[in-house]
């Protein structure tokens, strides 16, 4: 097999690591590429290409991490990691573990670890390499990789919710939300919401969202339900899609360009979070961008002819 053979089968891998690290896609790619130029200038071959790759990758990871966390603490509003459409690293015995790994709820608990925390915790808890493999990706010896490791599912555990839901109810729960949504039903959306069900946008300062995260089924509901059939007059159009391996939806205009992502945490049979990232710098990997700041405007336009 040859060197470019051999990085291309890692290739899936070696991104899904990056971007449980970073949060972001187009920072996960970059990630990969300098990985696979520093693997091709070594003049030596490793005895194992794929503990190669992962170590490298993990390394330049934890660099770019440092510092994008200066960047993350100058954010305008809420910050929501690039939303992931599908994750090409295939694992058919833990899809479903896998998945959970990679949700928004998990990945920003994972932004609560030191970069080092978080690389061990994903080499380990994720994709279940040695500790002699992760003592050699991030330059620690093995015994304080299994502290840093122990602090992490520390931090983890801290955050994650007492009741989890199967995926086949998150989606049959999704189906209903997305049904309601679109027929304007704000009691039926209601039902369905937790009472103290949070809707939070990240725009990043670049598109029009919420001064601040909505709180309460009554409040999501109307909000929700009252918008979206106005959405719909313009021509925009809602497309369930798996979001971060949880039930979501992509919005687009009536050119079909991409407007936002829609991602919801649904736990012990209710949704508990609703996340939109509406950040235009965030969703130019999925497709063409759509002009949120006129939508906005054609939106208060048509609900002003109707008054």
């Known amino acids: 097999m040859s060197k470019i053979e051999e990085f291309e089968e890692l290739r899936p891998l070696l991104f899904s690591i990056a971007y449980r690290i970073l949060s972001s896609v187009g920072e996960a790619e970059d990630a990969v590429q300098e990985t696979w130029l520093r693997f091709d200038a070594s003049a030596t071959e490793p005895t194992s290409a794929k503990a190669f790759l992962s170590a490298t990758v993990t390394r330049i990871s934890i660099d770019v991490l440092r510092s994008a966390r200066v960047r993350r603490e100058e954010y305008v509003g809420p910050w929501f990691p690039e939303p992931l459409l599908s994750d090409p690293y295939q694992n058919p015995a833990r ?6 790994s990679v949700s928004m709820a998990a990945l920003l608990l994972l932004e609560r670890l030191s970069p080092l925390e978080r690389a061990v915790f994903v080499m380990r808890e994720v994709f279940a390499f040695g500790f002699d493999e992760i003592a050699e990706a ?13 602090r992490a599912r520390r931090h983890m555990e801290a955050g994650r919710p007492r009741f989890e839901a199967d995926r086949q109810e998150r989606q049959e729960l999704a189906t209903r939300f997305f049904d309601a949504l679109k027929d304007g039903d704000v009691g039926g959306l209601q039902e369905l919401l937790a ?15 919420l001064a601040k995260a909505l709180v309460g089924a009554e409040n999501v509901a109307r909000v929700l339900g009252t918008v979206f059939p106005w959405l719909i007059r313009i021509d925009v159009t809602c497309e369930p899609h798996e979001v971060n391996g949880q039930p979501g939806a992509i919005f687009r205009d009536r050119d079909g360009k991409v407007l936002h992502t829609l991602a919801l945490d649904v736990l012990d049979g209710q949704i508990r979070t609703i996340r939109a990232v509406i950040n235009p710098d965030k969703l130019g990997h999925i497709g063409p961008v759509a002009d949120a700041w006129a939508v906005d405007r054609e939106l208060k336009q048509a609900r002003r002819r109707s008054n």
């Open 95 to 100: 899809s479903a573990e896998l998945a959970d």
């Open 195 to 209: 009472a103290d069900v949070q809707f939070v946008g990240d725009g990043g300062g670049k598109a029009p969202q």
């Open 138 to 150: 991030v330059g620690r010896s093995e015994a304080a990789c299994r502290q840093l490791l122990v």
